[in-house]
Every structure is written in C-alpha cells, then in structure tokens.
C-alpha cells in the first residue's frame, strides 16, 4: 500500500502503475469521470483500466508541491508557471473546480506536474484556487505565488482579488 485517504486504498501493482481502491461507489464514478474526461491532459495520470471498484492508473513517481515548498522554502516564477498550466487544464477539461491541494499535485521526475484525487472535479465550485491558497500558506508562500502570478498573468490575478 502506497496511500490510504478518506476515500479509497492505493496499492502499487507494477512499476509504473497503481491501483485505486474506493470504499464508495459514488466516489468511484466520480472520479472515474473527471479522469476519463481528464486523458487529453499532461496533468492527468494515464488511466489503464477499471472495474466494480477500482481504477488502474499511472504510477505517478515525484514529490508533491507539499513536499517541494517544505523542501525549497519558496515557489519560483517557473514552478509559477507550471502552477497555472495545471489550474488552466482543469479550466479547459471544462471541470468546474478550479483548485486542488498541495499534496494532490505530484512533480514526475520530468518536471511536469501530475495531479490525483479528482472526485471533486465537478461537484465543487471553485473559480478561485482557495485550497492550493491554504497550503502554500502552511509554509508563508502565498504571497511570493500571488507576485508571481500578478506578473505573468495580472488579468488572473485581478479576477481572483474580485472573486474571493
Ligand atoms: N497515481 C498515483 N501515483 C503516485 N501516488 C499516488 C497516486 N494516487 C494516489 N497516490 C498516493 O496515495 C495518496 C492517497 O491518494 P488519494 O487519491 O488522494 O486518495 P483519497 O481519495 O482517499 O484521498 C496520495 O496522497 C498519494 O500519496
Ligand atoms: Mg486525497
């Protein structure tokens, strides 16, 4: 076992793969959704297979942005970037939360951000990224994201300001 959440058990079952395990079947076909959905997507882990109550899926091998922020002490302009490449595909896979956690965005040994857990991709309603706000402010991030954010993107910015 790799990961034991609310909702579910992962289990690693070869080397590239894992297999979710969901304790609801309502969680099941939500996720199951927001991923088939997802497959046009770089951030969405490849999906192999799935059954009564599980998902085959990519193995995603990184570190979170969790573990990246505790580890480096700051967000650059470039992992800026790649932040709101992620936030801008769920936008475009027409998901209709626009937000994710910390430690639900995997960085591949690439450099390109996977992300995991999408049950909520479309029963939540987030225009503004407010849980991924949270945990950058678990390490005092926000602020050096926000900057970022507001020079590479300032129409973004804006409308995050007017929204929260
Ligand atoms: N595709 C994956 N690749 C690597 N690790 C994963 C993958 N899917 C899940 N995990 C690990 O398992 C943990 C729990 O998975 P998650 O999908 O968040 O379960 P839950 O829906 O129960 O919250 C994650 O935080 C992560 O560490
Ligand atoms: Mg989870």
Redo the contacts with the bound molecule.
Sequence with gaps: M???????E?YKVADDK?V?YFFKEETHQRELEAMQIGQTSSIM?RLYEFGDNYIV????KGISLARHMKRQGQIDEDMTKKILFVLDEFKRLGFTRWDTEV??M?MNEEGEFKV??H?RAFTSDSPVPTKLFKGMKKFGLTGEFLEHVKNLNPELHYAWKKLK
Aim: glycine share 14%.
């Design positions: 790799i990961g034991d959440g609310k909702d579910g992962i894992v979710k882990p899926m990519e193995f995603v430690r639900h995997l995991i857990d049950k």
